[in-house]
């Protein structure tokens, strides 16, 4: 391997840690160390300007309603209002913790999103990989076209697919198990297919659009690097794995990260649909329950759905907090 | 009136202004400036909803409400009943709506603001019944129209919590509830129309004197009116929830007539099991899982009376009926029906599509027995004309006796009605508004709000046209040109169908419907009916126990669907008495005798 | 870098690639030809959907191509001038959110990606929280009322106007991409922070530039939830809702309805059905052709080329 190479793959590892702007101590940037902190606001004033509309946006968009969050702790009525409804301490949230299938739905939404994460986690990789690997460039550029497509279609139109293609008595998957000599499983009703069904339906309609920003990624490398490993005479799984993974490594590490924050919110559209009375047992998650409760409901329960909204949140800033320090113990990058 | 501190910040309904009190008073301060800026700054149209201009002050609405004291009834009515239009055919036993010269009394100087759903294909403001009513009332109405539907529900219950209120709702049958009426209601956001009613609304009245428990039904537990009741009474609903089909198809090629009892019902199964003209991949007796449990209502009916899958009453006494040894009884026959293959285990896991699916098989339907509401359930293309659609082939499956000789099917005695008409604090004017609503109560108006312009989409009966009962018709329907689709709206208005009125349309040969189908369905089942003393009415819960019911409602049915399922499938044993047991126990442990103190107590606060 | 060096180095690759290469190379051309078979069948089946009758749909007999071949679909999509204004406003709605989030988001990446930015982290977080804690949709309809937005086009922009995930990735991004070299460099010649944005980082990072106004654009296409609850006039009415009102509408469950008009509910489930698979197509045309002009931006080699040049 070239020594250019290892300086590639050793900056896109280190630079975002304090010990990488150390590395470049002769820098001017690094040189900042020692200036006053005024000074140092003063010079990137510019730097701020540039930050200034995102900011407004998040202030105005995300911070200013959250103060709609305490209805978590009030019994909201519309008359009332946000600010005016009784305040009720923690009860909606003692309620859901206390209620009847607390447990199986926690571990359900858990065991659903975490399988999916996982699995979901390294096929775009994989995908983005091959694409960028594949010589024959018009091919690989149909391939993209077509795999990002069916991220357009409609999850009630994928799960009317699904159900035809995997239906026990004319579906075209179980027929294939036949004509193998297999038994078909139960693809949509057996408790145990539920989750590989509602996990691989789903990596196959989104990996080729997760696929993009990877592909993005891999334009940072310079062929200049593959060219002279090649010279040195590595093979392509091998500069794939010494050039192109370090070079995604960074995004996918953020990518993962943000995933895990957001863990707890699995696909709530698509379980429903793919809810049936058999598969009950693991498909029922938080999200579709609280979706039942809502409309079994007379009146709409704004305050029970917010309680659950927010230990689900706060579930998810835990996972996040420790995945990203964990992240940075191990690869030296994380979001913050 | 026309406060300018109202107008921007409208979300505290007069009476409630004592109790948010000083933060939100602070609070519109502030947003006001802000809004002031921002849309200087941007120059953004600034958009004040009509529906904040022009609020009724609370004291126009004290004297128009008669405040907390009034007694219902107890005012004279200052406007009198239209005269009749001559020359109407009614049948003799005729109740319902009269056509009758209706004479504006609206001068158009205020625009109210209604709410209404809509769908892509109508456009309320150029609608040829918005443009009748507003000529025949006089009132000039501004719609805000949200979707049908759920999301028709999300975005009112964004603009009622946003607190732009439009001066009245029509919120048909899917946007509020009787809860929800009731309790907004007692927190203001609504006004009480008892004393309106008495006063300016002789048509409504005139469907209250011919219904009396109507009033009654619709009160809120604080006893007063807050919502106009909209009737659409109609005969077939009543067994619609356990109307369940079988193929005549099927049954012409064995040789049979339809099963009686349930032991001819399996004699049937296995000759349709041995028939040879059954098409590929069929099945005997299905539905799908969002309807399983009603089919299965189906046939429990033949071993008690189960008048709702959860709660039968008995005098004032409300219960739980799983208990009953012959709810057990019908559950492990159905639990047999699986084992023996005459229930189709997809059931259990079919999609509404794929139910649709087996209703459209090329060769007819692939099922002998299936549930359905209406055709559509089972037959996405159902085709009237066609001998060969599933709709025709398909014929209702009469209740049958069951062992014991019980033969019932649930009747629905109370829901030939609902509330759908609101009026708010925000309202200049209540009383053109009520008498805008009621107007509509007039038999004329009430057609052309489905049916669009008279002498194009609809028009008055001649001697001797037949009636879907059977007796002379009141009005035809004609078909509508493609072109005329934004005439009429959907059943979204004030509207008053009663049994007559919609029996009194004429039956079209050219032009067949499934109404008269499912007409002759009702009869089939209505000898069977479960009792209205057995029935429980709809009830309107307040805050606290609609907070609770979701939850139990929700476990309840999904419990009762997975343990049908453990049953169905032979994962558990119905006739096995601890695999009973821990059914009955699992229930109580979701919080069945909560769920029925509820409902007791509403119960008893209602009819008290 | 120049055509003829890029030439140059293919010819040198076809020369020198080892055996293990080449089966590679088929490996996965045989793989990510499985796989886009398995996306095609999908596709073909809504394609042949959209043309066929909707009893051949509805009974199973079309399974592959066209039964009953009609272009009735097409037409009454066309019929529905909702669906047209439709998709116009969501050509407008999403050309703008394109341009102002991609501008928000690069600006703001960039950013945040300066590890001499203090108080990075804390920026950082302050973002981050936001993709886990949301007031709500009342609040949030409160905030776009007082704002004045309410059955405005920029309520169908600005809430959204941001994605975190994407600022977090653009940061990411621009972290692994631009060299701190080039931004010493820049500083020695006396470059401010927004020349060295302007002038070196921006023609660096067309990638994610293309990727964030993709992004960006499909997002605001598909959204359908602010368009319900912001704009009460139906002429603003973005393509997704116009879509959702005819598709959804008929998911209501009868039984809980007094006197729902059994006709009727058939009625509306067979438009559906029939307008269905035509309308998932015309919904899905314009973020399938912007794919290929993001695709052409893919282009290796840029970085490296500006530092030579």
């Known amino acids: 391997m070239s020594t250019d190479q290892q300086t590639f793959v050793d900056q896109l590892r280190v630079e975002d840690t304090p010990s990488g702007r150390r590395k470049h101590s002769a820098s001017p940037i690094a040189g900042q160390r020692t200036t006053p902190l005024s000074k140092k606001l003063k010079r990137s004033w510019q730097l701020y300007l540039l930050l200034l509309p995102a900011v407004i946006w998040v202030v105005l968009f995300a911070y200013w309603p959250m103060y709609g969050i305490q209805i978590a702790f009030r019994d909201f009525t519309p008359v009332g209002g946000i600010t005016g409804s009784d305040w009720v301490g923690l009860k909606h949230i003692e309620k859901f913790v206390t209620s009847y299938n607390f447990w199986p739905l926690l571990s359900n939404t858990l065991i659903l999103a975490f399988y999916e994460l996982i699995a979901g986690f390294p096929i775009p990789i994989i995908l983005a990989l091959a694409l960028n690997a594949v010589r024959q460039k018009y091919f690989s550029r149909i391939v993209q076209l077509i795999t990002y497509a069916p991220n357009f279609i409609s999850i009630v139109v994928v799960v009317g697919i ?98 895990v924050g957001s863990i707890m919110s699995v696909g709530f559209e698509k379980v429903l649909l793919m809810q049936n009375p058999l598969n009950l047992v693991t498909s029922q998650v938080i999200d579709t329950y609280v979706y039942e409760v809502g409309l079994k409901s007379p009146i709409p329960q704004y305050s029970y759905a917010t309680a659950i909204g927010l230990f689900r949140s706060v579930i998810g800033l835990i996972l996040l907090v420790t995945v990203n320090s964990l992240a940075k113990r191990v690869t030296k990058a994380g979001l913050f | 009136m026309n406060d300018p501190d109202r107008t921007d910040h409208p979300s505290s309904p007069p009476s409630l202004v004592g109790d948010t009190g000083t933060d939100d008073r602070a609070g519109s301060v502030a947003r006001r400036t802000f809004l002031g800026r921002s849309a200087a700054l941007g120059g953004a149209a600034m958009i004040t909803p009509a529906a904040l201009v022009g609020c009724g002050s609370e004291d126009s609405a004290g004297q128009v409400t008669g405040g907390d004291d009034y007694t219902p009834g107890s005012a004279d009515l200052q406007v009198e009943i239209a005269p009749e239009i001559d020359g109407i055919l009614y049948p003799d036993d005729y109740v319902g709506p009269r056509a009758r010269e209706l004479e504006p009394f609206g001068d158009g100087t205020i625009d109210f603001t209604i709410l209404s759903q809509t769908d892509p294909e109508l456009d309320l403001a150029t609608n040829y019944y918005s443009t009748l009513l507003e000529q025949t009332t006089g009132v000039k109405a501004s719609y805000v129209t949200v979707p049908a539907g759920e999301d028709g529900k999300t975005k009112v219950n964004a603009i009622v919590a946003g607190g732009e209120l439009p001066h009245a709702l029509m919120v048909g049958q ?170 189709d285990p997809g059931i259990f896991s079919n999609t509404a599509e794929q139910y649709q699916k087996l209703g459209d098989g090329p060769d007819g339907p692939r099922f002998g027995v299936g549930y359905g509401y209406s055709t559509y359930q089972f037959s996405a293309a159902a085709d009237y004309t066609d001998p060969d659609s599933a709709a025709l082939i398909m014929t209702p499956l009469a209740p049958m006796a069951g062992p014991d000789g019980v033969r019932t099917a649930q009747w629905d005695h109370f829901s030939y009605g609902y509330l759908n008409y609101v009026i708010t604090p925000e309202c200049p004017d209540p009383v053109q508004l009520i008498r805008w609503a009621d107007y509509q109560f007039e038999l004329g108006l009430t057609i052309s709000g489905g049916r669009g312009e008279q002498g194009v989409g609809w028009d008055f009966a001649s001697e001797g046209q037949m009636g879907i009962d059977g007796q002379q018709a009141v009005y035809e329907v004609l078909p509508t040109p493609e072109d005329l689709k934004n005439t009429a709206w959907r059943e979204w208005g004030p ?78 044993d119905a006739s096995d008495d601890a695999d009973w047991d821990e059914y009955i126990a699992t229930a109580s442990s979701i919080g069945i005798d909560t769920y029925t103190e509820i409902h007791q107590a509403a119960y008893d606060a209602q009819n008290g | 870098m120049t055509v003829h060096a890029t030439a140059e180095v293919r010819a040198h690759r076809h020369i020198k690639d080892p055996r293990s290469d080449r089966i590679l190379n088929v490996v996965l051309l045989v793989l990510l030809t499985l796989f886009t078979l398995t996306i095609v069948y999908p596709f073909v089946y809504i394609i042949s959907a959209s043309l066929s009758s909707p009893t051949a749909v509805s009974s199973g007999e079309m399974w592959l191509w066209p039964v009953g071949f009609s272009l009735d679909a097409y037409q009454a999509v066309l019929d529905y001038p909702a669906i047209t204004r439709g998709f116009l406003n969501s050509l407008l709605y999403s050309g703008a959110a394109m341009l102002i989030g991609t501008a928000a988001t690069v600006m703001g990446g960039y950013a945040l990606s300066r590890s001499d930015l203090v108080g990075r982290n804390a920026f950082t977080l302050v973002f981050v929280l936001t993709m886990m804690f949301s007031g709500g949709m009342i609040p949030t309809y409160l905030v776009v009322r007082d704002l004045g937005m309410l059955n405005t086009i920029w309520a169908m922009i600005l809430p959204a106007a941001v994605s975190v995930w994407q600022l977090i990735v653009t940061r990411t991004f621009f972290q692994t991409t631009i060299p701190h070299e080039l931004l010493e460099c820049s500083r020695i010649d006396g470059a ?28 605001t296409w598909n959204a359908y939830f602010n368009g319900l609850i912001y704009l009460t006039d139906e002429d603003l009415y973005p393509l997704q809702l116009v879509m959702r009102n005819i598709l959804l509408e008929n998911t209501f469950d009868p039984s809980k309805m007094a006197g729902a008009n059994p006709d009727r509910i058939a009625e509306m489930q067979q438009l559906a059905d029939k307008l269905k698979y035509a309308l998932i197509i015309i919904a899905s045309v314009p973020p399938l052709i912007a794919y290929p002009f993001v695709q052409k931006h893919f282009v290796k080699g840029m970085m490296i080329g500006s530092l030579k040049g």
């Not at chain 1, 990877?214 to 093979?235: C, I, N, Q, R």
């Not at chain 2, 000898?527 to 907070?547: H, I, K, R, W």
């Open chain 2, 174 to 343: 899917d946007i509020f509830n009787p809860s929800e009426i009731s309790i907004y209601g007692q927190q203001g956001l609504f006004i009480p129309l008892d004393k309106l009613i008495d006063e300016n609304a002789p048509h409504i009245l005139d469907m209250f004197d011919s219904f009396p428990n109507m009033r009654q039904q619709y009160t809120a537990p604080d006893g007063k009116l807050y919502g106009v009741p909209s009737m659409n009474d109609c005969y077939h609903c009543k067994s619609a929830n356990v109307r369940t089909w079988i193929n005549q198809d099927w049954l012409k090629g064995i040789g049979a007539s339809s099963p009686e009892t349930l032991e001819e019902y399996v004699s049937v199964m296995d000759e349709f099991r041995a028939f040879s003209g059954r098409p590929d991949a069929s099945v005997l007796t299905t539905a799908d899982a969002d309807t399983m449990l009603q089919l299965f209502q189906f046939f429990l009916g033949s071993f008690l009376e189960i008048p709702d899958l959860w709660l039968r009453r008995t005098g004032s006494t409300l219960e739980w009926h799983h208990r009953d040894p012959a709810f057990r009884a019908g559950i492990v026959w159905i639990q047999e029906q699986f084992a023996a293959g005459n229930f």
């Open chain 3, 192 to 219: 401010s922070d927004l020349r060295f944005f302007a002038r070196i980082v921006l023609p660096l990072s067309k990638p994610i530039l293309a990727v964030n106004l993709l992004l960006y654009g499909v997002a």
């Open chain 2, 495 to 572: 509207l008053y169908k009663s049994m007559s009125q919609r029996h009194g349309e004429v039956v079209q040969e050219s032009n067949p419907s499934v109404e008269p189908i499912l007409f002759r369905a009702a009869e089939l089942y209505e000898p069977f009916a479960t009792p209205e003393e057995s029935g429980v009415p709809p009830l309107v819960l307040d805050m606290d126990q609609s907070a609770q019911i979701g939850e139990i409602t929700t476990n309840l049915e999904s419990h009762l669907k997975q343990a049908m399922a453990a049953f169905g499938t032979g994962a558990k």
């Open chain 1, 162 to 259: 699904l159900v035809m293609l995997l239906d026990p008595q004319m579906g075209i998957v179980p027929h294939a198990f036949e004509l193998l000599g297999l038994t078909p499983p139960a693809f949509l009703t057996d408790p145990g297919w539920f989750r590989h069904t509602y996990v691989w339906s789903g990596i196959w309609q989104t990996a080729g659009f997760s696929a993009i920003i990877y592909l993005a990624a891999l334009t940072s490398v310079p062929p200049e690097l593959h060219e002279a490993a090649k010279v040195d005479g590595a093979t392509h799984v091998r500069r794939m794995w010494h050039i192109d993974v370090p070079a995604i490594l960074p995004i996918a590490i953020v990518l993962m990260i943000l995933n």
